[in-house]
T-cell receptor
């Protein structure tokens, strides 16, 4: 299985960029994901990246993958108060039904 | 709109009680999952099912069992609840049998307190 680690807290000023980092152990991970959990809600998929990609951009979100270092990051440009949430990094290999999640990074956006 | 519904948002039970957590999805998904979420530990997989009547243990199955009699419904059972099972329980489903995009659709969670 996959072991995924991420820092627990991030505080960012409104309008700045947020960068959330994640490391994983399984080099065979084929898919890597970022999920967002708003207060009182379940998780929602934000974006994902395949292991054959280095970068993926989707509006304010940029995902960077460094396969050599097994490092994944999520950058949120122009962070807004609505971006305050817990962000989970997750990984899965191609023949595995299940995702392994990190502990989650709580992002707090301050005015 | 896709939907995973967990029957109870909040439950309070006593030690030793049998607890049922129900989850229903309306997306005709093959795979269903039960996770528990604890601060600082993230999500840990309890059990999952990739077909009706099929189940497989996740990372922390001890003290839990599951039932999947119909494709749309996946139940988590605590035979004898204990205080260390106080947690948020999240049900999820996914379509792809082999990861694919791997997108999990989550319910809103069931917060269980065991006294």
């Amino acid at each position: 299985g996959e072991d995924v680690e991420q820092s627990l807290f991030l505080s960012v000023r409104e309008g700045d960029s947020s960068v959330i980092n994640c490391t994983y152990t399984d080099s065979s991970s084929t898919y890597l994901y970022w999920y967002k959990q708003e207060p009182g809600a379940g998780l929602q998929l934000l974006t994902y990246i395949f292991s054959n990609m280095d970068m993926k951009q989707d509006q304010r979100l940029t995902v960077l993958l460094n396969k050599k270092d097994k490092h994944l990051s999520l950058r949120i440009a122009d962070t807004q108060t609505g971006d305050s949430a817990i962000y989970f990094c997750a990984g899965a290999s191609s023949n595995d039904y299940k995702l392994s999640f990190g502990a989650g990074t709580t992002v707090t956006v301050r005015a | 709109d896709v939907k995973v519904t967990q029957s109870s948002r909040y439950l309070v039970k006593r030690t030793g009680e049998k607890v049922f957590l129900e989850c229903v999805q309306d997306m005709d998904h093959e795979n269903m999952f039960w996770y528990r979420q604890d601060p600082g530990l993230g999500l840990r997989l309890i059990y999952f099912s990739y077909d009706v009547k099929m189940k497989e243990k996740g990372d922390i199955p001890e003290g839990y069992s599951v039932s999947r009699e119909k494709k749309e419904r996946f139940s988590l059972i605590l035979e004898s609840a204990s205080t260390n099972q106080t947690s948020m329980y999240l049900c999820a489903s996914s379509l792809s049998a082999h990861g694919g995009t791997g997108e999990l659709f989550f319910g809103e969670g069931s917060r269980l307190t065991v006294l």
